[in-house]
């Protein structure tokens, strides 16, 4: 498999495949998922012989054989039935094997990996916009080739009851035929079945089009918002992009609702125009200058109207990013007691949001009304007028023709107002469309996650001159930071607030990657390595933790597979977690709702250690991470610390000093700078930064001291 990937440029790691050695052999599904994931086009399918002959410009197919093993076949020849398969155990020096069908359908299971280096751009890669919507929708060819037809063989059908109803009045009714009157009542229900039969299956197909389209457009659309870089999400409310990607459901009901309905219409109406103007052009004429006031009426609003409509998305995005605000902080709300403040500012928005919203619909109110004489004049104007004619006309043929034109221009004319009213929602739509792109049009983390080196990671870290400056603030956050840490010694990192010492971390996660300088892992430049492998390298604890929905055990194996309880109740000992979850009603089995309320600070501070231990990571990084753990269990983690810090690089922020003596190097910052570098010892005998740092925190300790000395005896006896 690796050679295959190889083959297409792409490297894949064994290690993510996460399969042991004792484990059964992966199914072709985790392997065509593996290469998906390093970026490149995979599929696992069953193929037959006759298949694979054939298939000569694929470039190498991994095939899995019964006894667990895979081959890879190079090239394939079905003149001679033959294909050349490579034994991937073998010396890479090796000649490939000829094998024929009996030989291969005896050892082969018929799964086969196809891989491609996925060169053009997948649809996930370009923006958003409405050629990449009319790209999926035309993607449904197929059921969208089915309703036009069905749509076209209704409007067809709809010609009939007018043309049948013109028949009885001109004839049925001047000659008194019953016998003609029975033949189009039997036609009328022949065609009345058809049409029902068509309809029900039109909408049957509009519905399944419909919820594909919703399932993709939702994939596509999270699937992109997961790649955006983190400086997103701390740019924007939770609330705001929660709003503005529903906005999705918007253009998903335009897409399967108005639009195809009037694009279907229009097919009615291409039908049924040419016969208005057969039965009475003067007629029709009418119809269409009626619905092309209608048109010019709509047009003539658009612009206004859609300033309107930008400033009534603007306050709803703002409310509803006050709305996100306060649910997510609701417990500062309620601690603070700050609910009429929160209420302020929602009504505020609220009040917002509907004065726009009120002065959008007092405006779209003039068209809709201005359109109105308009349509009745499409339907009753034309039935006047149509008599007006009729009683002049000497054939009598008017009299017939005028009723099966009152009932065709009603179908005419809902399609043609349709078409009018189209405009307007393509522009609420295209705002939509707008709002989604704000938010997943943005670079993306991709090119990162799945390109770039996957060195083996020992984890020796070196800062050279890095300086870094958060978007949008003057002062840098790093200045000039330059120290180095060998791989599997433990730097603890001290300062005051603010001085840079998560932004150091940060930037070793490649959470901020615009700095200057240089750092590196290993001798690697950070920017060069896979972000996604890179990270999967790193354990990381912060001091708040989001714990997931799920049992205690779901949530420190974070749904990485092929790891077992075992694992977890390991990682737990080893975070001195176990203690507690073992006093847990269920133990590892125990639920934890979203926000984990049923956990102390300390808790689910020690579940995330355990999380992050879990795979073992090369690199551990602690960003007060025991900060909320109380003196004893913080203890138990120290003392644990030394035991995980063992074969692996540990960065480790803490207020607390005590926790960090023990560390190799400890590093000092000032306002980002690098103030000192070096052991407990060293640092107190020359960093005087270190050495205030480190009294204020002891002081307590002497004083103590001093208390125990002159204190009263609780009891005197
Ligand atoms: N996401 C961000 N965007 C903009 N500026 C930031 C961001 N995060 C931190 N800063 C700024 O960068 C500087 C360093 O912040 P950093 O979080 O590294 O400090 P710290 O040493 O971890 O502080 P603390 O001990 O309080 O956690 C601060 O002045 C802060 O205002
Ligand atoms: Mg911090």
Redesign the pocket.
């Known amino acids: 498999m690796i050679r295959a990937a190889r083959f297409h440029g792409s490297e894949l790691d064994a290690r993510e495949l996460r399969h042991g050695a004792s484990d059964p052999p992966p199914t072709a599904a985790m392997l065509s998922e593996w290469a998906q994931n390093a970026g490149l086009w995979s599929r696992a399918v069953r193929l037959r012989w006759r298949q694979l002959v054939r298939m000569r410009d694929s470039g190498p197919v991994v095939l899995l054989l019964r006894d667990g093993n895979a081959a890879l076949m190079v090239a394939a020849d079905p003149q001679s039935n033959l294909v050349q398969l490579w034994d991937p155990r073998g010396p890479a020096t090796q000649k490939p094997v000829a094998v024929d069908e009996l030989l291969l359908t005896h050892a082969w299971t018929g799964e086969a990996i196809l891989l491609r280096a996925d060169r053009r751009q997948s649809p996930e890669d370009t923006p958003f916009s409405l050629a990449w919507l009319a790209g999926i929708v035309l993607g449904e060819r197929k059921a969208l080739r089915d309703i036009a037809i069905a749509s076209l063989t209704i409007s067809v059908l709809t010609v009939f009851p007018p043309l049948i109803v013109m028949s009885v009045v001109n004839r049925v009714l001047e000659f008194r035929s019953v016998s003609t009157l029975v033949l189009l009542s039997a036609l009328i229900v022949v065609v009345t079945l058809y049409e029902t039969m068509l309809t029900y299956a039109r909408r049957l197909i509009v519905a399944v089009v419909g919820a594909r389209l919703d399932a993709q457009l939702s994939l596509r659309i999270f699937s992109r918002l997961l790649r955006l870089p983190i400086d997103y999400f701390?740019r924007h409310p939770a609330g705001e992009t929660m709003y503005r990607t529903m906005q999705v459901n918007r253009v998903r009901e335009f897409l399967t609702g108005k639009l195809l309905t009037t694009l279907l219409d229009l097919i009615t109406l291409a039908v049924l125009l040419p016969l208005l103007f057969y039965l009475n052009a003067f007629l029709a004429w009418i119809v269409v200058a009626c619905a092309v006031a209608i048109l010019l009426i709509i047009v003539a609003f658009l612009r206004p109207l859609r300033a309107l409509y930008l400033n009534v998305t603007t306050a709803e995005t703002l409310k509803s990013a006050a709305l996100g605000e306060t649910i997510f902080g609701i417990r500062t709300v309620k601690a603070l007691a700050l609910e009429p403040q929160r209420r302020a500012v929602w009504d505020e928005r609220v009040a917002q949001a509907g004065r726009w919203r009120l002065s959008f619909q007092r405006l779209s109110n003039w068209p809709q009304t201005l359109v109105l004489p308009f349509e009745r004049m499409m339907g009753l104007g034309v039935i006047l007028l149509g008599a007006y004619v009729a009683m002049n006309d000497p054939t009598g043929y008017m009299v017939g023709a005028l009723f099966a034109f009152m009932m065709l221009s009603q179908r005419v004319a809902a399609p043609l107002v349709g078409l009018a009213r189209l405009i307007e929602d393509v522009e609420e739509v295209g705002a939509a469309i707008g709002e989604i792109g704000s938010v997943v049009n943005r670079p993306l983390e991709n090119h990162a996650s799945t390109s770039g080196m996957r060195p083996a990671i020992a984890g020796a870290i070196r800062f050279e001159d890095v300086t870094f400056t958060?978007p949008?603030?003057a002062?840098p956050?790093l200045e000039q930071v330059s120290f180095e840490i060998p791989a599997g010694t433990t730097l603890g990192i001290v300062?005051k607030?603010?001085?840079?010492?998560?932004?150091i971390t940060r930037l070793l996660q490649g959470i901020n990657r615009d700095y200057q300088g240089q750092l590196k892992i290993d001798g690697s430049d950070l920017r060069e390595i896979n972000l996604r492998y890179l990270r999967q390298s790193f354990g990381v604890v912060l001091q708040d933790n989001f714990l997931f929905r799920g049992s205690i055990r779901d949530n420190i194996i974070a749904g990485r597979p092929g790891l077992t309880l075992a694992d977890a109740v390991m990682a737990a000992r080893l975070a001195g977690a176990e203690e507690f979850i073992e006093r847990l009603p269920n133990g590892f089995e125990t639920y934890i709702e979203e926000g984990s309320p049923n956990l102390s600070g300390g808790q689910k501070q020690r579940l995330a250690i355990a999380r992050a231990l879990i795979q073992d990571p090369r690199l551990l990084i602690l960003d007060?991470a025991t900060s909320a753990l109380d003196p004893e269990s913080e203890a138990i983690v120290t003392a644990n610390l030394q035991r995980i810090a063992h074969g692996r690089t540990m960065v480790i922020?803490s207020?607390r000093l005590s926790t960090l003596t023990t560390c190799d190097n400890i590093l000092v910052?000032e306002r980002?700078r690098v103030a000192d570098i070096g052991p407990h010892q060293v640092l107190l005998e020359r960093c005087l930064i270190y050495r205030q740092l480190w009294a204020q925190q002891n002081r307590h300790m002497n004083r103590n001291v001093a208390h125990a000395a002159v204190a009263p005896a609780p009891f005197p006896r």
């Open positions: 701390e958060y949008g603030s002062m956050a300062g607030s603010g001085s840079g010492k998560s932004t007060e922020v207020h910052l980002g």
